[in-house]
């Protein structure tokens, strides 16, 4: 197999790379419909398999879980999530067969594995369905012709996938149709059916490729949503304890800070994000994030080039066939870090504190979204997939931090994303040495604006509202999030 994006002449490469139609609501009319009566037969039950599945039943679908053997027999975690859901669980042959949806919800390394083991027993006419494109763009998979290829996939960890739908919303949603397989032109239909399923149709879905998607997944993935989080988690409570702050209290402020500072950036992008903060706050979070741009847009442009020219599939998949050497060390080195290793101090820190103590993270966040943002764009992706992928979905990444750390995040996210982030993290953290060593306790751990009398320079701060206002990620956003109208506050820390 070969990777497809390469095999595609340019003219085609970004002609999938900027598929990308947002969907008004009034497409979903025929809510599930499309699906309703059918066989849905979800392959593998972890992050998004279980939340998945959850939230299709709720919404009124036939929905069971084929399980590995092994699982089943050895009762592993797969087989508890589905069981004590009260999910049918079968094996391959006994389920698959009169399947109408095949749903792989497998790791992506697993994906050929998986697809050669179902794809025999499936029958004539019916749909595979992915939430990632990789197997299909990175690894070039073939599919019999005579089936349906679609995709849904969500922008968000699997947890809030039902966490929002819960809450009576839902996750922003990319819905595509593999052009070599869509024979009987039911691919669409069915797509919109399960998104309306997962409850995405209420956050916003947008028309999509699975190039298109694979793209710019693997690229927010690897920044901003979990690298740079990681990256600015870690350097943030090491210099606080290097600085004498107490160490429960930094890792508190830490681990509660970036849910509660991106929970601004959700409701109303980097503006309400940075509004928070004081004219003096604000004024030096922008500058703090205008280096931070400078001396990180190298590293962001190199991995997005690689996602491209396919060299970052390469050598994961490298990593793969190496028993997953790299991404077994990096996650116990991470597991080893202090801030990992330090329990949130029984402390209380208010919410208006998690801003003014932290101006480091509100300036790690502008700067890592709007990077992100501008090195999608610059690469083909279109504004609002990389909105998707780099402003909403940073607060829902937090949540999952906030829950349990840096451990929660990497487990719940996918093995692609969990090996993208420590990749970008190893590059990261030696790319910041120089910039962290003038980092004091004014911007992380202390009140910035303690002993200050708050004067600014007017022309100053009306520049840096203007420059914040003005980004193209806060005009899509704007228009983005009125479409939201079901969108939740979450009680944060
Ligand atoms: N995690 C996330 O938040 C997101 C993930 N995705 C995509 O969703 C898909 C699933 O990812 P995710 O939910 O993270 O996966 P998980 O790692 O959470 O779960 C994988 C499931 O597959 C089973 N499994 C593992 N290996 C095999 C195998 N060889 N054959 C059959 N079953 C197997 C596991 O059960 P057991 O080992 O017990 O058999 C487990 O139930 C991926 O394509 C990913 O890119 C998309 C958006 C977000
Ligand atoms: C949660 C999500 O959207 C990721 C980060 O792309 C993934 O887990 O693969
Ligand atoms: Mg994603
Ligand atoms: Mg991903």
């Given at each position: ?149 679609i995709m ?22 990319l819905i595509a149709v ?30 999509s490729s699975f190039?298109?998607e ?280």
């Amino acid at each position: 197999m070969a990777n497809y994006f390469n095999t595609l002449p340019l003219r085609e490469k970004l002609n999938q790379l900027g598929v990308c139609d947002f969907m008004d609501s009034a497409e979903f009319l025929d809510g599930v419909s499309a699906l309703k009566g059918k066989k849905l037969v979800v392959v593998g039950c972890g992050a998004q398999g279980l939340n998945q599945g959850l939230n299709l039943r709720d919404s009124g679908l036939d929905v069971s879980y084929t399980l590995r053997k092994e699982a089943i027999e050895g009762k592993r975690d797969s087989w508890k999530n589905a069981t004590e859901n009260n999910f049918k669980v079968g094996t391959y042959e006994e389920l698959i067969p009169t399947a109408d949806v095949v749903i792989n919800l497998t790791p992506d390394k697993q994906h050929t594995a998986v697809v050669n083991a179902v794809m025999p027993l499936m029958k004539e006419g019916a749909t595979l369905l992915y939430s990632h494109g990789f197997n299909i763009v990175e690894e070039g998979m073939q599919i019999r012709k005579d089936l349906t290829v679609i995709m849904v996939a969500p922008k968000c960890p699997g947890s809030e996938v039902r966490a929002e739908y819960v809450r009576g919303f839902g996750v922003p949603t990319l819905i595509a149709v593999h052009p070599e397989n869509d024979p009987q032109g039911k691919g669409l239909a069915q797509a919109k059916a399960y998104c309306v399923g997962t409850g995405g149709h209420r956050a916003g879905v947008l028309k999509s490729s699975f190039v298109a998607e694979v793209k710019s997944d693997l690229m927010g993935e690897q920044t901003i949503l979990c690298g740079l989080l990681q990256t600015g988690s870690i350097l943030s409570f090491d210099k606080m304890v290097e600085k004498g702050i107490d160490a429960g209290y930094a890792s508190k402020l830490v681990q509660y800070g970036v849910e509660v500072i991106t929970e601004a950036l959700k409701q109303g992008g980097i503006t309400a994000m940075m509004d928070r903060l004081s004219n003096i706050a604000k004024i030096k979070a922008f500058e703090i994030s205008e280096e931070l741009k400078d001396i990180m847009r190298p590293l962001f442009q190199k991995h997005q080039d690689d996602i491209m020219s396919g060299e970052f599939s390469r050598i994961m998949m490298e990593d793969w066939a190496n028993g997953d050497k790299n991404l077994l060390a990096w996650r116990a080195e991470t597991g080893e870090t202090a801030f990992e290793k330090t329990p949130a101090g029984d402390v209380k820190i208010g919410e208006q504190e998690y801003f003014d103590n932290y101006l480091l993270m509100v300036a790690f966040v502008r700067a890592g979204v709007e990077l992100a943002f501008e090195t999608m764009v610059q690469a083909g992706i279109k504004p609002e997939s990389a909105y998707y992928e780099s402003l909403h979905e940073t607060p829902l990444i937090a949540n999952t931090i906030a829950r349990k750390k840096l451990f929660e995040m990497n487990r719940v996210i996918s093995d692609t994303a969990e090996y993208g982030c420590y990749l970008f993290d190893q590059a990261c953290k030696p790319l910041l040495g120089d910039f962290m060593k003038k980092v004091d306790t004014d911007i992380v751990g202390k009140n910035f604006n303690a002993g200050k009398d708050g004067a600014v320079d007017n022309r100053q701060l009306i520049e840096v509202n203007e420059a914040i206002r003005s980004h193209e990620v806060e005009q899509i956003g704007a228009t983005l999030r009125k479409a939201m109208t079901a969108m939740k506050a979450i009680k944060t820390a």
